[in-house]
């Protein structure tokens, strides 16, 4: 029996992240666990904490656990085991890590413990017999007694209660049948069902710790497949060749790559379902849950009651209620953002996440998590098969395909023989094809018109949002920029302000020039409310809805944007990247790309995968359904091999050649990469702590490399960031270039162990980056 457990603090306080030994008092032993939750004297204080482990050796001098929250208050040890693991990934502590895993609403829950009620069907009551009788149906006895007929609730309820034939959490019904228990009540008076008032833990029940092989073979037989489906022989295969996968019961990854509208939502449900038939869990992530609202309709309606939603934008409450449905065993698939990769599973046999190759999945707060990587992990210590879906594949996944890391399925065509759209390039340099201070080419008109002619819908495209992008003064030169940031302000039409993105500081639009005096401006750049406009004059009689983040900002936007445009009450939908992510609307025959080189300029080496993927996403939405679609790309960069790329919607013919940019450059996935941010009000204080970081940090590689000289461990910098003021605090970056992320952070940790950082000087470590802005 062990005598010690090994406890984190829950604080956020670096200097106590680390496991604290307790005594385990003798009325505990039998109760705690790891990723039991528990109370203990810590200073002069009773602190909340989570037991991660157990110790026999002698420990003198110890305090005891003061209190063990309930039995079944647990958090699951495989994914006690996964903060641990982010800990030494990301660099973050035990605390940012546990709170990722449970989240706030869920923390406070713990600390009360809860009654509910449980009922069970009266096998001594009425509800065994009727008068004269010896036995008969519970059909039969409520039509006698209470005169309902099979088709009520009642008699469902009281056929599944007799079915079961044990307690069962009230909630459970409240699920199945919607009912509130005022419903039961004539039911309980005549005896046909007990109740009974239980105080329990949140596993108690209909989930438990370690779910029987009888609960499971339960699960299995109330869920079965559906072979009544057309489809494709490639979903045929890429079906069969997965649940050759799942069925080995290895942390097998699948690189499920199909071109857009080639069935990959079919595919993913009818593996769920192969896994709910097998008594396992699943999770499946998408980019932005409210942009996918046709995702979540599918699921649930070919999955029921099995499916819970989990994100960000849900209120504390609705969480819980979600969390508790997966912790109890209510629900067995999760659908959500990224956050929903935590589910609190027990039996968990496929993760799922669609579109992999979008930047969503990386959590830019502490702990910097990216969902891909946590996946893989819980994947490897559940033995769970882990789908990554995608029409372009990120370059690293692809790669990992090509050297075995990873299994590969190739969807090369559409469902129902449907072909790819038609896609035209427009060369903004050719002043014929599209006429100076011009956003839309002839072609793109013409095309647009078409369409509206033809009673079709259109997309247009353009990844930045508001009027101009800058005003500048045409006497002097002078750029409006952010008080805070450095940052050009953007027109903002609607409100007639100049807004910042970044930190959101307003100031008027200018009447003169704030440094000559000039009143001759020029508005530059174009956003997604220019283009808007334009279109209004352009087609004047044409309904336009725009989705962008000025116009998604209140609760159910997105929703009533989308719903208005797939219910044709808008012929034409305009908007940033949000409109590229998973969108089927059968009536898009047109889509138009206003200027296709914007993610080209930035300054990242993922800037062409980048682009490649929106112009190729975006140009998967034309097409989807009776009609061939088009697209019109408008460029200033018409050889760029990442738009030549999309224009052919050839992904090896980009591949190819990215893969050779990053392997001369040393880039992912060549080796892994953590950027090390600095940032303050003081531009001194930065530039002060990034060179001395920098320099031990070359220090430490020097003698890490002499005794280990085949490991990778390159410094790049210190240098600002492209963005180098953002809230009015100066940043500075140090980038490193590794063979070993986990390693590398124990160098870092070991340059800062000493080091006074002011309170007012932030340090941020952030482990497969994403954006280097």
Not at 31 to 49: A, T
Not at 164 to 175: A, C, K, P, R, T
Request: hydrophobic share 35%; charged share 25%.
């Amino acid at each position: 029996m062990n005598k010690y457990a090994r406890i984190i603090i829950d604080l956020k306080v670096k200097t106590v992240d680390r496991p604290f030994t307790y005594e385990i008092p003798e009325n505990f032993k039998d109760k705690l666990d790891i990723g039991s939750i528990v109370y203990v004297p810590f200073g002069n204080k009773k602190y909340k904490g989570y037991c991660i482990g157990f110790s026999d050796e002698c420990v003198t001098g110890i305090k005891a656990i003061d209190r063990v929250l309930e039995e079944d208050y647990y958090i699951n040890p495989g994914l006690i085991k996964l903060a641990a693991w982010m800990c030494g990934y990301y660099n973050c502590l035990w605390s940012d890590a546990l709170s990722a895993i449970v989240p706030n609403g869920v923390r406070s829950y713990f600390q009360k413990p809860r009654e509910r009620i449980f009922v069970k069907y009266d096998t001594e009551g009425q509800g065994s017999r009727v008068k004269g009788q010896e036995q008969t149906t519970v059909g039969a006895t409520l039509a006698v007694a209470l005169k309902i007929r099979k088709s009520s609730k009642k008699y469902q309820i009281l056929e599944y209660l007799k079915e079961q034939n044990i307690w069962i959490d009230f909630e459970v019904l409240q699920d199945k049948f919607g009912v509130n228990f005022s419903y039961l009540k004539s039911l309980i008076e005549k005896k046909y069902i007990l109740t009974e008032k239980r105080k329990i833990g949140i596993y108690e029940g209909q989930g438990s710790r370690v779910k029987g092989q009888d609960e499971i073979q339960k699960v299995a037989a109330g869920f079965s497949l559906r072979d009544n489906l057309t489809l494709t022989p490639d979903q045929k295969e890429a079906i069969l060749f997965s649940k050759k996968l799942l069925a080995s019961g290895k942390p097998e990854t699948l690189l499920l790559h199909g071109v857009t509208a080639s069935g990959k939502t079919e595919i993913y449900l009818s593996i769920i379902e192969e896994c709910l038939v097998r008594g396992k869990e699943a999770i499946v992530l998408v980019p932005e849950i409210s942009l996918t609202p046709q995702n979540i309709k599918i699921f649930k309606e070919r999955l029921g009651e099995e499916v819970a939603v989990l994100h960000s934008a849900l209120s504390e409450k609705d969480r819980l209620g979600q969390w508790l449905r997966i912790a109890t065993g209510r629900a067995k698939v999760v659908l959500g953002a990224r956050s929903a990769i935590f589910a609190p599973f027990n039996n968990l046999g496929l993760i799922i996440i669609d579109e992999e190759h979008e930047t969503s999945y990386k959590q830019e707060n502490a702990p910097r998590y990216n969902a891909k990587k946590i996946a893989e992990k819980r994947s490897e210590f559940n033995n769970a098969l882990l789908i990554l879906g995608t029409a372009t594949p990120s370059v690293e996944s692809f790669y990992k395909t090509q050297h075995g890391e990873y299994k590969y399925f190739h969807l090369p065509a559409r469902v129902l023989n449907k072909e790819l759209p038609e896609v035209k390039l427009v060369d903004l340099k050719d002043k014929n094809e599209a006429p100076f201070n011009q956003t839309f080419s002839e072609l793109l008109k013409n095309e647009i018109s078409y369409s509206l002619i033809n009673n079709e819908q259109i997309i247009i495209f353009l990844n930045r949002r508001g009027f101009n992008s800058f005003i500048l003064c045409r006497e002097c030169g002078y750029i409006y920029k952010c008080k805070n940031c450095n940052v050009s302000l953007t027109y903002h039409k609607p409100v007639n302000k100049l807004i910042c993105h970044h930190c959101f500081y307003r100031e008027n639009l200018p009447v003169k020039c704030a440094k000559c005096g000039s009143v001759k401006f020029k508005y530059g750049g174009i956003g997604t409310q220019k283009v808007e406009d334009e279109l209004k004059q352009l087609f004047p009689c044409v309904n336009i809805v725009r989705m962008d983040r000025d116009t998604t900002t209140k609760a159910g936007a997105h929703e009533k944007i989308l719903s208005d445009f797939s219910s044709k009450k808008a012929e034409i939908l305009l908007g940033t990247q949000m409109i590229t992510k998973g969108l089927d609307f059968p009536d898009v025959a047109l889509v138009g790309v206003i200027l296709a080189d914007m993610s080209l300029n930035i300054p990242d080496f993922r800037a062409s995968e980048r682009t490649f993927q929106l112009l190729t996403q975006v140009a998967g939405r034309s097409g989807r359904g009776e009609k061939k679609g088009k697209v019109i790309i408008q460029t200033y960069s018409p050889a760029h091999f990442s738009i030549n790329g999309a224009i052919s919607q050839d992904y090896f013919k980009f591949y190819e050649e990215e893969i050779e940019n990053r392997r001369e450059t040393n880039y992912p996935p060549f080796c892994d990469i953590i950027n090390c941010i600095v940032s303050a009000p003081s531009e001194q204080d930065v530039i002060a702590l990034m060179e001395k970081f920098a320099s031990d940090l070359r220090k430490a590689v020097k003698d890490l490399k002499a005794a280990r000289p085949n490991i990778m461990f390159d410094v790049l910098g210190p240098a600002p960031c492209p963005i180098f003021k953002i809230k009015n605090r100066f940043r500075w970056h140090t980038f490193i270039k590794c063979s070993d992320i986990k390693e590398t952070n124990k160098i870092i940790n070991k340059v800062l162990e000493n080091y006074k950082i002011k309170k007012d000087v932030r340090f941020l470590i952030d482990a497969d980056p994403v954006s280097l802005l």
